[in-house]
């Protein structure tokens, strides 16, 4: 399976390490072709968007648990 397949599979997966991996260690070889980079260019861009998405999720939960965290202190 390619590069390009792979990061399909992962933003489908909606798994997040294996799409910023993927990303992160672009082919050696390049892309075949411009209609290759331009679908890179995409799937690079959607991992960003589940990476903020992720990110936002994260934070939310950090926040239930301080809120939960100070109501236990008191």
Known sequence: MNWL???KIALLQEDSQK??????NLPQEGFASLDEMLQAR???AQTKELLIKEKEKVR??????RTAQKFLQN
């Open 19 to 24: 799409a910023f991996t993927l990303c992160s």
């Open 60 to 65: 939310i939960a950090m926040q239930q648990i």
């Open 5 to 7: 397949d792979n990061l």
């Open 42 to 44: 995409e799937l690079i």
